[in-house]
């Protein structure tokens, strides 16, 4: 008889955010009477950029011509996007990264897990605690840990917690380990790291030949100007580092799926024999075989950002998040919440009571206030006691949640 991959049995229970649905459902049939407002799952509320809109619009009046007329696009994106990519995001910021090293595809939680695809099996893997879960969970799939202790944490996985005892600095590892994932940003924490830091890092991974696997996406939201909102922004990161970026949050394109991976061609890795093997080279191959690239039409989309128009619509997106994300840190502040994150990130890490789990927190906003947040806990063992909510909504349901948690 066929068999399946076990590892997805190694996974816990539920993966966090279909949980949340369920309890919400839950409380929804119980009590029809009564709307919710949802300051958890991290998807956007804004309309699309005009610019994004009327780029895509025109793309498809092209597609319905024979002469503009557009099938399979190259599965490392349409040239013109990664040239605006490099551009504005890298080259104007002084990062050393051409056209060439740019893949777009349909997602950056796609490409944090895909890539492993191209790394071997034995690597010695570490990730921060708090985490985003996709950085464990495909870990889990492909087979890479063995079973998840009391605490959740999976044996054959490398822990390095955030939290208000380190000021939520993620601290380099004694030990040597061979892939790291970092996100800053932080999800869910919403922690920066400076330049330093991130130097720390790249001399980490250099020393070690190691591999950083850097999630920027929330880099657009990044208020401090003298935080790096690449890695690329430190020197050696193009030896040690792949950059994941995401259009998703600051353009608005959950429902419409672009994103794109940054891979140095001098960016080298060895064989089990000990050969080098360049990565770009592998991840090329991987795209060519298991991708068929992203819509033209949503690439047109995704360039209209980068125009004059769309920089002005997405500084004005940005804006009215984070001025959300400031509305929830000082509304919860007042209301006798130690509260994290909120100042460069979308994100508010809160201190739950102390009579409280996370997820018993979740419960009681969730039936007390009507309001709908993320239990730490679902981030790994380190995030029990937190709890986020996200500024991603509109403003009116914001200042409804923090008035009635105020009230409550």
Same mark, same amino acid.
């Given at each position: 008889?066929f068999?399946v991959?076990?590892n997805?049995?190694?996974?816990k229970a539920?993966y966090?955010f ?8 839950a409380f929804s049939?119980e009590?029809?009477e009564?709307s919710?407002?949802r300051?958890g799952?991290?998807?956007?509320t804004?309309p ?6 009327k780029a895509?619009h ?5 597609m319905?011509t024979?002469d ?6 190259p599965e490392q994106?349409?040239f ?6 490099a551009?504005?995001d890298?080259q104007l910021r002084g990062c050393?990264?051409s056209p ?6 349909d997602?950056?939680k ?12 034995n690597n010695k893997?570490a990730v921060t605690?708090?985490?985003y879960?996709?950085y ?10 063995r079973?998840?202790n009391e605490?959740g944490?999976?044996e054959?996985?490398v822990?390095?917690a955030i939290?208000e005892?380190?000021?939520?600095v993620a601290k ?7 892939i790291?994932?970092l996100?800053?940003p932080?999800?869910p924490?919403?922690?920066?790291a400076?330049k330093n830091q991130l130097t720390?890092w790249?001399n980490?991974a ?16 990044i ?11 430190i020197?050696g990161?193009?030896d040690?580092?792949i950059e994941f970026r995401?259009?998703?949050?600051n353009?608005?394109f959950t429902?419409t799926?672009?994103?794109?991976? #940054?891979i140095p061609k001098a *960016?080298?890795a060895?064989?089990?024999?000990g050969? $080098? &093997?360049d990565?770009? =080279?592998l991840w ?9 690239g ?6 047109r989309?995704?360039?209209a950002?980068?125009?004059?128009e769309?920089? #002005?619509e997405?500084?004005? *997106?940005?804006d009215?998040?984070?001025n959300?994300? $400031? &509305?929830i840190r000082? =509304?919860l502040?007042?209301?006798g919440?130690?509260?994290?994150g909120a100042e ?11 009579s409280m789990?996370s997820?018993e927190f979740f ?5 007390r206030?009507?309001v709908?947040?993320?239990p730490?806990s679902?981030?790994g =063992? ?5 709890f ?5 909504n509109?403003l009116?349901?914001?200042?409804q ?7 409550m």
């Amino acid at each position: 008889m066929f068999k399946v991959n076990t590892n997805y049995l190694k996974l816990k229970a539920g993966y966090l955010f279909p949980e949340i649905a369920r309890r919400v459902k839950a409380f929804s049939l119980e009590n029809p009477e009564k709307s919710l407002i949802r300051l958890g799952i991290g998807d956007v509320t804004e309309p699309l950029p005009k610019a994004c809109c009327k780029a895509m619009h025109s793309a498809i009046e092209e597609m319905a011509t024979h002469d503009g007329f557009h099938g399979y696009g190259p599965e490392q994106g349409y040239f013109w996007l990664r040239e605006s990519i490099a551009k504005f995001d890298y080259q104007l910021r002084g990062c050393d990264i051409s056209p060439e090293e740019i893949f777009v595809s349909d997602g950056s939680k796609c490409d944090s897990s895909n890539i492993l695809d191209i790394l071997s099996s034995n690597n010695k893997i570490a990730v921060t605690d708090p985490v985003y879960p996709v950085y464990v969970d495909s870990n889990v799939m492909k087979g890479h840990t063995r079973e998840a202790n009391e605490f959740g944490q999976y044996e054959g996985l490398v822990y390095i917690a955030i939290n208000e005892d380190n000021n939520f600095v993620a601290k380099i590892p004694e030990e040597s380990v061979d892939i790291i994932y970092l996100c800053f940003p932080n999800n869910p924490t919403g922690a920066v790291a400076t330049k330093n830091q991130l130097t720390d890092w790249v001399n980490y991974a250099k020393k070690n030949d190691a591999l950083i696997l850097f999630d920027a996406a929330y880099e657009a939201f990044i208020q401090d100007q003298s935080l790096p909102h690449s890695i690329y922004e430190i020197e050696g990161a193009r030896d040690c580092a792949i950059e994941f970026r995401s259009f998703s949050k600051n353009a608005g394109f959950t429902g419409t799926r672009c994103a794109f991976t #940054v891979i140095p061609k001098a *960016l080298v890795a060895k064989s089990l024999t000990g050969s $080098e &093997i360049d990565l770009w =080279s592998l991840w090329n191959r991987r795209q060519c075989t298991k991708f068929n690239g992203v819509s033209y039409i949503v690439q047109r989309g995704a360039e209209a950002i980068y125009s004059d128009e769309g920089r #002005v619509e997405i500084k004005k *997106l940005i804006d009215f998040y984070m001025n959300n994300a $400031e &509305i929830i840190r000082n =509304s919860l502040t007042k209301s006798g919440f130690k509260v994290y994150g909120a100042e460069n990130a979308p994100y508010a890490w809160i201190k739950v009571p102390k009579s409280m789990n996370s997820w018993e927190f979740f419960d009681f906003l969730l039936n007390r206030a009507n309001v709908v947040g993320t239990p730490g806990s679902g981030f790994g =063992s380190a995030g029990e006691g937190y709890f986020r909510l996200s500024a991603f909504n509109t403003l009116e349901n914001v200042e409804q949640a923090m008035y009635k948690i105020a009230k409550m």
